[in-house]
């Protein structure tokens, strides 16, 4: 009889937050079928009869950036239905109706900047969710994704970023490039540079991709990973992706800040008595 020594595989773990929703509001919205604006602070999800129907962020391009950056919409064509409409999901439509675009290239952009968006907007925030019932969002012929889904996703994408480099420093400030071999920024005479996240040193310099290339030449110092997704008329968690790859591979890192000033001194309350004023006062009695 022979002996298996292998031990079995270990069983699965869950996560604990696997069941927890990412906006306990939002998920109550779903379930008694909202429709309205719930507003959070790093974006707006637009709800009709609980399902998400568009999404908008200020971190994120908007539909109108990802149709026309690239030549799959002329500029003037969308700027033209926009002035005729109330909205980009309306302007979307209208474009539809009037058949400019093929309707698989539209509702693919469309779930493309929903998603992206959404990703933003479910973000952790400092302050709570607002939402404003509204009959103004509707079913219409683009697709609409269901709460489960966006939140599943948007967990899906934390957890591929956090992969690739568990420090989100580079998600919002100023990138600048660094130094392949260290890690780390540039010497700043404005204040010291450090590794993006303490105690690690990155790898050896990788071979840099044309995507990731095209993100390393817009890193200047002044634009963050959103103004460069928004130049290059890509999502903009894609070229997160791109920027944390970048950031494990010590090409770029955060542009340092400068170290806050020192606060001022106390006030200094004294007690001691002004001397020239006691001899002043001195004098004026003498002469009386």
Not at 27 to 53: D, F
Not at 205 to 225: E, F, K, W
Request: proline residues 13%.
């Amino acid at each position: 009889m022979t002996v298996v020594s292998t031990p079995p595989p270990a069983l699965p773990v869950r996560d604990k937050g696997a069941g927890r929703a990412l906006s306990p509001m939002l998920t109550r919205l779903a379930e008694e079928r909202a429709t309205g604006v719930l507003v959070r602070e790093h974006g707006v999800l637009h709800l009709a009869e609980g399902r998400v129907v568009h999404a908008e962020s200020p971190l994120a391009p908007g539909l109108d950036v990802l149709l026309t950056a690239h030549g799959t919409l002329a500029a003037t064509a969308w700027q033209q239905a926009a002035a005729r409409t109330t909205g980009p999901l309306l302007a979307a439509e209208l474009l539809l109706r009037s058949g400019v675009l093929p309707t698989g290239a539209l509702e693919l952009c469309h779930l493309d900047a929903l998603y992206d968006a959404g990703y933003f907007a479910l973000a952790p925030s400092s302050t709570p969710g607002r939402f404003r019932y509204d009959s103004t969002p509707r079913l219409g012929p683009l697709p609409s994704v269901p709460v489960v889904a966006l939140e599943r996703e948007t967990l899906r994408r934390r957890l591929l970023l956090h992969r690739l480099w568990p420090d989100p420093a580079a998600d919002t400030a100023p990138l600048i490039r660094a130094d392949p071999a260290t890690g780390r920024a540039p010497v700043n005479p404005a204040g010291p540079a450090g590794p993006t996240t303490p105690g690690t040193r990155a790898a050896p310099a990788t071979p840099v991709t044309p995507r990731q290339r095209a993100v390393l030449d817009r890193v200047d110092g002044v634009r963050t990973a959103a103004d460069i997704a928004r130049n290059l008329g890509r999502q903009a968690f894609h070229t997160l992706v791109d920027v944390r790859r970048l950031t494990a591979a010590g090409q770029i890192a955060p542009a340092p800040t400068a170290p806050a000033p020192p606060p001022p001194p106390p006030y200094q309350v004294t007690t001691d008595p002004d001397i020239a004023l006691l001899k002043r006062l001195r004098d004026a009695l003498e002469a009386l």
